[in-house]
């Protein structure tokens, strides 16, 4: 067995390490009510193997990470697969390092999830070890995107302890309008999750039942002399076809619920070779999304966030707002360093400047003044408590977009991250 080989092995099985011990944590929480012991002590109990089974987890994918490195020859986190596993990983030590401070075994609850989606999430990119490009051939590879990846999941551990504490706080059975509002955003935060969880299933789905769909699109173009150029690209989707390419022709479809053509063609303004791909991996999820959303509704016969409350009972809310701060003011130098500085340095070794606007650097910047003015917030305005805890939550929704959304859907110097 080769070192890439045992590599993904350990991959799989800190996925499925992380999985379970997110059962753990559920159960720390969950079985409290039908628990021989006291809910304190069963809560210590079930946290505490849950957060075992978490930490063989970590191991596993430490042992992923130090392999694959070994195998490909340069650290893992050239592009979307390694990266975002990268990350998976980062978020699971700012995880640990937190716990070791505050002791909460609930906040596990919510950081074993996000960690799981993330993992999950990588593996849908292509997971072949791919040659470096010539701009990240550098040591500064291993220094810029460690230490923003870094700040990063400490910002995803305060997201997580923001959301526990708007589920602990909003108050599900009041009826005023002020209380209302503020149910209904808790639930959308939820509800966004439920998309993403379903975007990652469907794309296993349908690749599990080999599914295939690809268009040949013709893209004219015009130079700076006026002559027109046309180029021929195929492009291959993963899931039905509800949109497809603008101007293409179809070179192979499977029938899925009776469905054997596009229904709509995309929009001529939307530009970009993968942009009707794109469209239609958003309109899936979101459909999706809203199904599985409705089947949890149903199943629980009222909103997922009223599901939830219950659950925070008993955890002291200044604890977890006092979380959900000091891991963002962990993240917050360690992000401005990566991020940033160490960005800016290595921006001016491969491509003669220090700062360019491209997408990822502008969105870099405004993730870094984002929590800048959260800090300032924070510190010099007294916003603490739901105002604090919301601006976390949106905070690493901007994150996200930063990672996700600037590499595989706006184009720059940054686009081979969404390889």
Request: proline share 4%.
């Amino acid at each position: 067995m080769s070192l890439l080989d045992f590599s993904s092995d350990a991959f799989i099985v800190a996925f499925f390490l992380y999985c379970f011990g997110f059962l753990f944590y559920g159960v720390a929480a969950l079985g409290k009510k039908w628990s021989k012991r006291s809910p304190e002590e069963h809560t210590k109990r079930w946290g505490r193997i849950a957060y075992f089974v978490a930490l063989l987890g970590f191991i596993a994918h430490l042992t992923f990470f130090f392999t694959r490195w070994a195998g490909g020859g340069h650290i893992p986190t050239s592009n979307m697969y390694e990266f975002m596993s990268f990350l998976a990983m980062a978020i699971m030590a700012a995880f640990i390092i937190v716990d070791a401070i505050y002791r909460k075994p609930l906040l596990g609850l919510f950081t074993l999830p996000l960690v799981v989606i993330i993992v999950a999430y990588a593996a849908v990119f292509p997971q072949e070890v791919q040659p470096l490009i010539p701009a990240l051939q550098s040591y500064w590879l291993k220094i810029h995107v460690t230490t923003a990846a870094s700040g990063e999941a400490f910002f995803a551990v305060g997201f997580a302890a923001g959301l526990m504490y708007l589920l602990r706080t909003v108050d599900f059975t009041k009826k005023d309008e002020k209380s209302r509002r503020e149910q209904r955003w808790v639930e959308f935060t939820l509800y966004v999750i439920i998309v993403i969880i379903a975007f990652i299933g469907s794309v296993f789905a349908f690749r599990g039942a080999g599914y295939e769909a690809s268009f040949k699109q013709e893209t004219v173009t015009i130079d700076d002399s006026g002559v027109e150029n046309s180029t021929v690209n195929t492009v291959e989707y993963s899931l039905p076809p509800i949109f497809k390419p603008y101007n293409s022709q179809v070179v192979t479809i499977d029938s899925f619920l009776g469905i054997d053509k596009p229904l709509f063609e995309t929009p001529h303004w939307m530009h970009g070779v993968d942009a009707a791909r794109k469209l239609n991996t958003i309109t899936w999820s979101i459909i999706n999304g809203s199904i599985l959303y409705g089947l949890l509704r149903l199943v629980l016969r009222r909103r997922i966030g009223a599901a939830i409350h219950p659950l925070m009972d008993g955890i002291d809310e200044d604890d977890i707002d006092e979380i959900s701060y000091r891991a963002i003011a962990i993240g917050y130098p360690i992000f401005m360093l990566g991020a940033l500085i160490f960005a800016m340095i290595w921006a001016y070794i491969a491509w003669s400047r220090f700062w360019g606007w491209d997408p990822k650097e502008v969105w870099a910047l405004i993730t870094w003044l984002y929590y800048t003015a959260y800090l300032h917030l924070r510190l010099s305005r007294g916003w603490h408590g739901s105002k604090s805890a919301w601006l976390a939550v949106i905070g690493f929704v901007v994150v996200m977009f930063t990672l996700i959304g600037v590499n595989l859907v706006l184009v720059g110097l940054h686009s081979y991250a969404g390889v």
